[in-house]
């Protein structure tokens, strides 16, 4: 009985002296790691891809928008706006998927500088506010040190000099802006479809519009954006 006694009473601090770790914690080499700017970079880009696969699912058949047996030529302004209307409620996500290739491709070839100036700004707001150690904490620079407001007013003055004065970045997103728009004005004007008007019809009778893509994709990137800081 004694042997057992002292057996158990020498065996029970090496259980407790063990340290607990988790992986959620957020001090010591596991909290550190979880922190660590890859591993938001990759739980970020991971989030942003099924999202954005996810909402690309949610569009249109894409055989159905490039029909162009449907394409006839409006005979009024009129005609060609409420087309523009129907065809907006029914290819919504379609459209929007076109406008971001039409604006980032118009980018890419009008300006290739302004098209990496706003990425480089977009890196340097990544990583000022979000992904370099202690991000929510002050910034040294030149043995001063800036509280987290003073760091974004500091880089919300210096993107505005940089777009707006160096680079003709916010000139070209107007341009691509507005050859998207215009891609898709061209093509709800010109899509005639034979049930047009029947997705009015079937929402009056659901008691609504249809479901807000639009609404349900920025609650969804917004959930995105804090479980990749959290």
């Given at each position: 009985m004694a042997t057992a006694a002292t057996m158990k009473a020498s065996a029970t601090p090496e259980f407790t002296s063990a340290p607990l770790r988790s992986g959620t914690?957020?001090?010591?080499?596991?909290?550190?790691?979880?922190?660590?700017?890859?591993?938001?970079?990759r739980g970020f880009a991971?989030?942003?891809?099924?999202?954005?696969?996810?909402f690309v699912n949610t569009s249109r058949s894409w055989a159905q928008f490039f029909d162009v047996r449907q394409v006839k030529i409006p005979k009024t302004i009129g005609q060609a706006t409420k087309h523009v209307q129907a065809n907006w409620r029914h290819f919504r996500v379609n459209y929007i998927v076109v406008m971001s290739v039409v604006m980032t491709v118009t980018m890419l070839l009008r300006s290739f500088y302004s098209f990496a100036m706003c990425f480089f700004l977009a890196l340097l707001w990544a990583w000022v506010t979000w992904l370099r150690p202690n991000a929510k904490g002050p910034l040294k620079i030149m043995g001063k040190e800036y509280t987290p407001m003073e760091?974004?007013?500091?880089?919300?003055?210096?993107?505005?000099?940089?777009?707006?004065?160096?680079s003709n970045a916010a000139s070209s997103a107007f341009t691509a802006f507005?050859?998207?728009?215009?891609?898709?004005?061209?093509?709800?004007?010109?899509m005639d479809r034979a049930d047009m008007f029947e997705d009015d019809g079937k929402?009056?009778?659901?008691?609504?519009?249809?479901?807000?893509?639009?609404?349900t994709a920025g609650i969804v990137l917004s959930n995105m954006g804090f479980s990749t800081k959290s």
């Open positions: 914690s957020g001090s010591g080499p596991a909290g550190d790691s979880d922190e660590s700017p890859l591993l938001k970079l991971l989030n942003t891809f099924a999202s954005t696969k996810g760091q974004r007013i500091l880089l919300g003055v210096t993107s505005f000099v940089l777009v707006f004065f160096f507005l050859f998207g728009v215009l891609a898709v004005v061209a093509h709800g004007s010109l929402d009056l009778e659901a008691g609504g519009g249809g479901p807000d893509v639009i609404g």
